[in-house]
């Protein structure tokens, strides 16, 4: 027979004052913030886990004087009263009433002072920083004499600058990439061929023979040509309208013409991008030589020679010990300016050869010549090529005298010494005979 099991006595009821489960075994209470918060209300029984604070004791005050140096007066010593503690008499409360009519005593002598102070200081500071009424009190009491028609045609208040000015931002400019220009010359492009597909299934091909659509290249030459062809006959029928005089010249015509359009007979967009690509070389690498005597020499093809020379004048600033960009700045410039260029050149490239022989090309007198070619001769003695320039503009005796200090200058050069040598034998057969 199963046997009803009961519960204990002290399930169900509440738990005794100050009880901590587990205490008995070693286990310690702890207390969170709802224990302490705002539940609790003030009539509650507190227990040992939440008893109030206690009160500080009057006797521990003695003990805890404040003796930090911020309370500390050198006439009055540490600040607090001696005699907080005792009882508070009559006697007590007679001095505080005198030692309060004194102190306000004091005051008013100082108050017509401290009041005189305070208004300098105000009036000092004004005459400083005076107000924005003050600035223009002078301008308002000319207003009275304003008229009511300059009023109205006074302009509003706004503000009159463009967009860009009031919004400043930084432009930026970027190279376009060789994807996208490649693309768009794609797109430009025209084509001849018709796609296998459209051939079948667009109605191209039809069943009678010889019908097909014809592929045969566009040249664009024979088209050229065509028209040269019909402008000479319309150019003869011209000129043979007035009783057989020669109206216009047809050749000299066509010959204008030719000179008028550039020498580049290419495509533009290949130009163009040509143009980019040669930007972007510059613009990352710009002391490269190759670059801008590139850049020079396809203006110059499409037939822009000033921007060829722009160009190439920046080159020399940038390169300025490559000899062959200043030899291509040479040769694009004039005459006159090309003698400059050459000037600057030796300066930097005191050494270079070529440079030397064109200075002496660009001298129209021999005189010139030879004074250059004697200088260069000054920077490079060893150099055999400006020695035979030299030695072919002198006479026969300066010339013997040159070439003796030629070997000298180059003994390990045989043309040089084969030039003297035959020099020489001419010279001893022209003497017998």
Known sequence: MATKKRNKAFMGMAAPLG???????????????????????????????????????????????????????????????????????????????????????????????????????????????????????????????????????????????????????????????????????????????????????????????????PSTEIEMVKIGQARNTLMNMRLTQVSDSVSGQTVVDPKGYLTDMASMLPSYGGDINDVKKARLLLKSVRETNPSHPPAWIASARLEEVVGKVQAARNLIMRGTEHCQKSEDVWLEAARLMPLDLARGIVTHAVRHLPQSVKIWVKAADLEQEPKAKKQVLRRALEHVPNSVRLWKAAVELEDEEDARIMLSRAVECCPTSVEVSSNVYIYFLVSSLLYYL
């Not at 207390?31 to 109030?52: F, K, Q, V, Y």
């Not at 102190?103 to 005076?130: C, G, V």
């Not at 432009?171 to 001849?192: F, R, S, W």
């Open 19 to 213: 009880y901590v489960p587990g205490l008995g075994r070693g286990a310690t209470g702890f207390t969170t913030r709802s224990d302490i918060g705002p539940a609790r209300e003030t009539g509650d029984i507190s227990d040992e886990r939440h008893a109030p604070p206690t009160k500080r004791r009057d006797d521990d005050d003695d003990d805890d004087t404040d003796l930090n140096d911020s309370n500390f007066d050198e006439e009055f010593g540490y600040g607090g009263s001696l005699f907080k503690n005792g009882p508070y008499e009559k006697d007590d409360e007679e001095a505080d009433e005198i030692y309060e009519s004194i102190d306000k005593r004091m005051d008013e002598k100082r108050k017509e002072r401290r009041e005189r102070r305070f208004q300098e200081e105000i009036e000092k500071y004004r005459q400083e920083r005076p107000k924005i009424q003050q600035q223009f009190s002078d301008l308002k009491r000319k207003l009275a004499d304003v008229t009511a028609e300059e009023w109205m045609s006074m302009p509003e208040v706004g503000d009159v600058r463009n967009k860009r000015q009031r919004n400043p931002r930084q432009e930026k400019y970027t190279p376009v990439p060789d994807a996208l220009i490649a693309k768009g010359v794609a797109a430009t492009e025209k084509t001849n061929a018709i796609d296998l597909h459209d051939q079948h299934y667009g109605g191209f091909i039809t069943p009678a023979t010889g019908m097909s659509t």
